[in-house]
């Protein structure tokens, strides 16, 4: 009888904690099953009056608000208060901006997929596509990227004057001022096609339609400075850089040094200008060797009070034209054997009126602001967009290469050990693809997805690392040799710059994905430290109380969810969609209840603390990550209409990611410093141990067979890059000489055999083709297509090789 009513009760109250009950339903809970316990337990009537008065205490404060609140509430409040760390005004900023998005579902621990799901497909306009199929087309058919990174350092001026004129650098620049006004949907499509080609064109073009001048004046400009540079900047007649990073602050952008002083001083011909004298030294700035217009960050003093009565103005942004006196630029850095313009700027008090500043007097003091509420556009952009469309060339590539190769007389990817590369570079290239244009379609929508910025800009970025390691892998010396016929070397030399820029990953992984999730995107916490910072106390303690016990009603939720789903394995869980990814929906449900709980007890335990602790804090950004890099594969699925051909695709990306929040959340629990609550967890969380592992072996050779075989699949995985129709061209004669691989391939084994068998005689290659066409074993047409195939092999497995002295020349 004990033992039905201990398990009664629980079941009660775990269905409460399950429907998130209130308050009230809770209170006549206990009213029911305290007693009851009680009495079975046969006590003294003392112990029992005791604990009937206890009770009626308990009812009274948590029914009666008032009660709680200043019980209750108002300790909790104080005690929040001491542990929640000191967050800095640029900190606080950063929290501030942008906006929270698909990533607050995820955070819920009941994500609702309908709202996923029904997001119209993304799509492009006429005129979008126009410009991808031709604009950009011409652009990539110009360029050679050998002659860019090696021979000139530079794009050539016919490129430059293509660029300009064809305005790709007023991607983001609404048509009012003779821009583009493309979606971001058409702005990453088109910075991916460019990356396929050149990653010195991708960031030539990407780096003015990010975050930079033209960005910042649509948001803060005055009209005046609107008027003045938009259509210049649109058409560029002005070429922009942004200049905040320094040699004293790189990740830390906000501790800049650079200072200007509000003072009055001569412009031009007029004497007594109020304005400020500035004087900076940056460094990394992308475009600053030959900017027209120099974005600017400092952080403003006004000693004399010229402009009010506060000194210390903080971060300010100006835009200053670099023909003025005392502004230097023109010399480079070199980074990486990228060929795009990046370098110093230094200026030592240099004067500038005040209509330089952006948004005017008004914005004084706003600079951070203003650039944590840009950023999240163009961080879903532009970084993404560039790593898939280097992943995109280097996984066609890789799979046409391991198709062709043959060793041992084998195509050499049909290897196992090069299976599991090729499975690798196409699974992932699968997710980058998805995030990208999921995220794209974000901002489309009108959201500033601070987070998921973060998250797609590190994870397309490092799986782009991933890729093309692989890629280099798969092609052996093929990779290493450098040369105009090399379409990877670059791309392996560049990928650390993307790593690097825009939020260093290894900062963004360990102190932004979380740090910012959690205050950002959790349902309750911004909430709690709003009421902690608020000064009005009534009001604090009344939004505290509030905030508080749906906090504790959604732990309770999440912990009975998240345990009750992995006994249950996920499958109670309803789902929208049916097999074959219905249980991949209910799954990312099941870990999304045990992220939620996960994150609350590693804030409830590590308080203020958590913040430093990075390794921890970025395990659980990863569970965050892999959980919307999941929902982005299960939605570009359904975008492409479910196609059964790339189930293995989606089941590679799926498998891998949801071990790896098995793996996320394990790190977790092996390193919670509180041991009990670690333990708990562990019971919430994996109370059948764990089960998930990596993609199987098979569904990895069905992945890389796609990679390697030309299919609907194959195109659509790496569709929208600029592939040559040359075969003189490195990639062209590749995608040439997979055809035609596939096509000699049975004639080549006969030929083979009449060898083998002594009826062919000839040793080399040319020659047995010709013996076959004369015996009659192959036609006049099938010997064509066999010395076709021959060239075309030959072509894609040779190397450059250069004489000494084109060596020399080309390094003076
Ligand atoms: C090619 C290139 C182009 C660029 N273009 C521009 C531009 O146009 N304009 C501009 O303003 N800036 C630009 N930058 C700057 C860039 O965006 C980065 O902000 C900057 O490079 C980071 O500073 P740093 O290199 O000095 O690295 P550091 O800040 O010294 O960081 C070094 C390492 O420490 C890690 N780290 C630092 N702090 C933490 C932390 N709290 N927790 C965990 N890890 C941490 C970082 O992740 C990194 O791995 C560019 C940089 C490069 C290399």
Redesign the pocket.
């Given at each position: 009888m004990g033992f039905l009513l201990f398990g009664l009760v629980l079941v009660a109250f775990m269905v409460l904690a399950f429907y998130r009950a209130s308050i009230t339903s809770w209170v006549l809970a206990t009213v029911v099953f305290v007693p009851l316990i009680a009495m079975q337990s046969r006590i003294s009537d003392a112990v029992l009056q005791f604990i009937l008065l206890s009770l009626l205490f308990f009812i009274l404060i948590f029914s009666i608000p008032y009660l709680r609140r200043e019980l209750v509430s108002r300790l909790a409040l104080k005690l929040f208060r001491k542990i929640l760390p000191p967050v800095s005004q640029t900190e606080q900023e950063a929290l501030d901006a942008g906006t929270v998005w698909w990533d607050g579902e995820l955070f819920s621990g009941n994500p609702h997929w309908s709202k996923l799901l029904k997001l119209p497909k993304p799509f492009l306009t006429k005129e979008e596509q126009f410009f991808l199929d031709h604009e950009v087309e011409e652009l990539c058919a110009l360029i050679n990227d050998w002659e860019v990174t090696h021979v000139n350092q530079d794009l050539s001026p016919k490129t430059w004057q293509f660029i300009k004129e064809k305005g790709f650098f007023g991607m983001i620049i609404p048509k009012e001022y003779g821009g583009l006004q493309f979606s971001a949907q058409a702005h990453s499509a088109v910075v991916s096609k460019i990356a396929s080609r050149s990653g010195t064109a991708a960031v030539t073009v990407m780096?003015p339609n990010s975050l930079g001048p033209a960005e910042l004046l649509l948001h803060y400009g005055t009209q005046a400075q609107k008027d003045k540079y938009l259509r210049r900047l649109a058409k560029g007649e002005e070429i922009p850089?942004?200049?905040?990073?320094g040699p004293f602050a790189?990740?830390?952008?906000g501790a800049i040094p650079d200072v200007g002083v509000v003072c009055r001083g001569q412009f031009n011909d007029q004497a007594n200008v109020l304005g400020v004298r500035v004087t900076w030294e940056?460094r990394?700035?992308?475009?600053?060797p030959i900017a027209t217009l120099l974005g600017l960050a400092f952080k403003l003093y006004d000693p004399e009070k010229l402009l009010s009565e506060e000194v210390a103005r903080g971060i300010t942004l100006a835009l200053i034209p670099t023909d003025t006196p005392g502004v230097n630029t023109g010399r480079r850095?070199f980074?990486l054997n990228s060929a795009f313009l990046?370098g110093p700027t230094t200026g030592k008090d240099v004067f500038i009126p005040m209509e330089y500043i952006i948004g005017g007097e008004e914005r004084i003091g706003q600079g951070w602001r203003m650039l944590m509420e840009c950023l999240a556009a163009g961080r879903s952009i532009s970084l993404p967009a560039s790593a898939t469309g280097g992943s995109k060339i280097a996984a066609r590539t890789s799979g046409a290469y391991g198709r062709v190769r043959k060793q041992f007389h084998m195509p050499i990817g049909k290897f196992e050990g090069v299976e599991e590369a090729l499975a690798r570079i196409a699974g992932n290239l699968y997710v980058m693809d998805a995030a990208r244009v999921l995220t794209a379609q974000a901002i489309d929508l009108g959201e500033k997805p601070s987070v998921i910025s973060a998250i797609v800009k590190y994870h397309c970025t490092e799986r782009g690392r991933s890729v093309i390691n692989d890629a280099m892998d798969v092609h052996g010396g093929k990779g290493i040799c450098m040369g105009p016929d090399n379409y990877l070397a670059r791309f392996y030399q560049q990928t650390p710059?993307g790593i690097?820029?825009?939020?260093?990953?290894?900062?963004?992984r360990?102190?932004i994905i979380f740090g910012q999730g959690a205050v950002r995107a959790h349902p309750y916490v911004l909430k709690e430290i709003k009421a902690a910072h608020d000064e009005d106390k009534k009001r604090a303690v009344f939004d505290f109380d509030e905030a508080l016990f749906g906090h504790i009603s959604f732990a309770m939720c999440n912990a009975v969810r998240s345990f009750v789903f992995a006994l249950t394995g996920g499958w109670l869980i309803t789902a929208l969609t049916s097999k074959p990814t219905k249980h991949y929906y209910q799954l990312l449900t099941r870990y999304s209840a045990s992220f939620a709980i996960a994150t609350d007890v590693a804030m409830l335990t590590l308080g203020g603390a958590l913040k430093r602790r990075?390794k921890l804090s970025a395990r659980l950004g990863d569970v965050l990550s892999q959980l919307y890099l999941c929902s982005a594969a299960l939605k570009k699925f359904e975008d492409d209409g479910r196609p059964e051909t790339d189930l293995p695709l989606l089941n590679w990306a799926m498998e891998d990611g949801l071990y790896r929040i098995q793996m996320a959340l394990d790190g977790v629990l092996q390193n919670l410093p509180n041991r009990s609550a670690a333990l708990l967890l562990r019971v919430l969380i994996f109370p059948l141990g764990q089960c998930r592992r990596p993609p199987s072996d098979q569904i990895g050779h069905d992945v890389a067979n796609l990679l390697s075989t030309p299919s609907a699949a194959r195109d659509r995985l790496t569709s929208g890059i600029y592939l040559s129709k040359d075969e003189n061209d490195a990639v062209g004669a590749l995608e040439a000489s997979l055809s035609s691989t596939l096509l000699c391939e049975f004639m080549q084994t006969d030929l083979a055999k009449a060898h083998k068998s002594g009826v062919i005689k000839s040793l080399d290659e040319l020659s047995q083709i010709a013996e076959a066409a004369e015996l009659g074993l192959v036609n006049a047409k099938q010997a064509q297509q066999l010395e076709r195939d021959y060239k075309l092999r030959r072509k894609v497995i040779m190397v450059d090789d250069f004489s000494a002295e084109e060596l020399k020349a080309s390094q003076a």
């Open positions: 780096v850089c942004f200049a905040l990073t790189g990740s830390d952008a940056k990394y700035i992308t475009l600053a850095h980074p990046n710059i690097t820029v825009e939020g260093a990953n290894i900062l963004t360990s102190l990075e």
